[in-house]
């Protein structure tokens, strides 16, 4: 089953929208088999965003996202990668369409709520950076349902 790592970011969580937002995901059948709130530092930011080193936006994205604490999850589903990628919506809320997360407790194009992986590579990636694999209760599950 594919996995993906969602961050609810400093904006969203300092708001009190983190419920209303894991609330979505939930709704649309996706596990969460991993999550933790925690506090990026600027390394952690670094390792995370790492294809945007350099980029004009990156010290300022950055300090946004070191600003508070954020949540960290894995979602598991079918094809959930794309599937959240389509819910949060575009990266400027201002082109997000609506009923997305980002329309609708996104700030502007930085301060945009949440982030999710974009591919199989970067979710296995990200997951990683975040969370351990005795973190990550995917088996455990079945048990449940
Ligand atoms: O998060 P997403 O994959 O939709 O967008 P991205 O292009 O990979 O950029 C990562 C994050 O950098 C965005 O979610 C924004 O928080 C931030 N960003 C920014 O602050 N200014 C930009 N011009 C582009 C991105
Ligand atoms: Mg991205």
């Not at 952690?44 to 508070?68: C, K, Q, W």
């Given at each position: 089953m594919e996995k993906t790592l969602v961050l609810i970011k400093p904006d969203a969580f300092t708001k009190h929208y983190s419920g209303d937002i894991i609330k979505r995901y939930e709704a649309e059948g996706f596990r969460i088999v991993a999550m933790k709130l925690l506090k990026m530092d600027e390394r952690l930011a670094s390792i995370h965003y790492e294809e945007h080193?350099?980029?004009?936006y990156y010290n300022d994205l950055v300090g946004f996202m070191t600003s508070a604490p954020i949540i960290a999850m894995v979602l598991e589903g079918e094809d959930v990668i794309a599937k959240v990628r389509k819910l949060n919506g575009k990266t400027n809320p201002a082109e997000a369409e609506e009923g997305t997360i980002r329309k609708q407790f996104a700030a502007n194009g930085r301060r945009n709520a949440v982030h999710a992986s974009d591919s199989v590579e970067s979710a296995n990636r990200e997951i990683h950076i975040f969370f351990?694999?005795?973190?990550?209760l995917d088996g455990q599950y079945e048990a449940m349902e």
């Amino acid at each position: 089953m594919e996995k993906t790592l969602v961050l609810i970011k400093p904006d969203a969580f300092t708001k009190h929208y983190s419920g209303d937002i894991i609330k979505r995901y939930e709704a649309e059948g996706f596990r969460i088999v991993a999550m933790k709130l925690l506090k990026m530092d600027e390394r952690l930011a670094s390792i995370h965003y790492e294809e945007h080193i350099g980029r004009p936006y990156y010290n300022d994205l950055v300090g946004f996202m070191t600003s508070a604490p954020i949540i960290a999850m894995v979602l598991e589903g079918e094809d959930v990668i794309a599937k959240v990628r389509k819910l949060n919506g575009k990266t400027n809320p201002a082109e997000a369409e609506e009923g997305t997360i980002r329309k609708q407790f996104a700030a502007n194009g930085r301060r945009n709520a949440v982030h999710a992986s974009d591919s199989v590579e970067s979710a296995n990636r990200e997951i990683h950076i975040f969370f351990n694999e005795t973190e990550i209760l995917d088996g455990q599950y079945e048990a449940m349902e």
